[in-house]
C-alpha cells in the first residue's frame, strides 16, 4: 500500500513552490507525473503535512491511499524506488576520498569522511525498501573510517560494550592522565573536563605509543585505556556518565558536539566551528599542553553559552 499526494501547487509566494518541491525531494518522493508524489504508506503523515500547508496558501492538494491492482503493478513502483544508482554515486565518493587520503591534511580528511556519512545515512532516510546495497555502503563507511584513524591516529578507540558505574571524583584527584599525542576533539574536551570537573590538579601525559603508560597513570581515549568509547558513546560522554556530569545541559550540549565531530551522526549547528577553531590552534600549537591549555579556553566558552530550554524551564 502507498499513499499519494495529488497536487496544484500554488503560483505565490514563489516560496512555497520551492520549498515543497525542495520537501518532497527530500522525502524521496517518487513522481508518478506532475503533481502525483508516491511514498510508502507509512510516510503518510509528512504528505498531509506538505498538504496543509499547499492549501494553507491557495493551492490544492489531497492525500489519498494507492493500492496496486496487480502483482505486476505493485512491482512497477517499488521498482522506482530503487536507489540502486544513488548507492553507486556515494560508492565513488567514498573511494575517492580513501584514494586521496595520503594527500590530505588530517582536519580535512576528518572532515570529509563525515560528509560521506552524513550523506550515506541521508540517502538510507529515503532508502525505503532497502538491500544489499545499502548494507554494503555500510561496511564501506566503516572501512573509511577505520583508514582514515589509521592514517592519522595510531590507537583510535575501538567501541566497547560495558556498564558505566558512578565514580566519585576524590578517587581521582592529582592524577596523571594519559593520551595519544597531537589530540584531536575528543582527547582535548576531555583534558578540558577532567581538568574543570573531575581533577583540578592533572597532569597530561601525551602518549606517541599507547603501549608505554607511565605508571600509575589513567589512560583515555584509547584502545585499552581505562575510559574509552563505550558503545554508542565517545570518550567524553563516557567520562561525563561516569562522574555522574551527564545532567548539565551545557555539558550534554557539548557533547553533542564532540560525538559528532568524533563519531559522526547527527550533524549540529556549532560543530564546524569549533573544528575550524580547534584545527587553528593546532597549527598554532605545537607543544601539546599547549594546545590543550589554549583548546580549553574555547570549551570554557562553550560551557558559558545559555543552554537551551524549554518554554517555561527555568534556566
Known sequence: MFAILITTLPTQPSAVRLRVWRALKALGCV???????????AHAPELDALAQEVRQHGGAASVLALAPRDTAQE???????DRSAAFVAWQEGARSLLAELPQLRETESRRRARQVGDALAALQRIDYYPGAA?????????QLRHAVDTHFSRGEP?????????LKRTGFQRKCWATRARPWVDRLACAWLIRRFIDP??????????????RGAIGFDFDGARFTHVGQRVTFEVLLASFGLDADPALQAIATTVHYLDAGGIPVAQAAGLEAVLAGLREVHTDD?????????????????????????PR
Open 31 to 41: 513522481a508518478l507525473r506532475d503533481g502525483a508524489y508516491v511514498l510508502p504508506i
Open 75 to 81: 512491482l512497477d513502483l517499488l521498482a522506482q524506488f
Open 134 to 142: 545499502s548494507a554494503q555502503a555500510q561496511a564501506e563507511l566503516a
Open 158 to 166: 575501538q567501541a566497547v560494550e560495558a556498564a558505566l558505574p558512578l
Open 201 to 214: 590538579g592533572a597532569r597530561f601525559a601525551w602518549l606517541d605509543d599507547t603501549l608505554q603508560l607511565p
Open 289 to 313: 599542553d599547549q594546545l590543550a591549555h589554549a583548546a580549553g579556553a574555547i570549551f570554557d566558552a562553550l560551557y558559558a553559552l545559555p543552554a537551551p530550554t524549554t518554554p517555561g524551564t
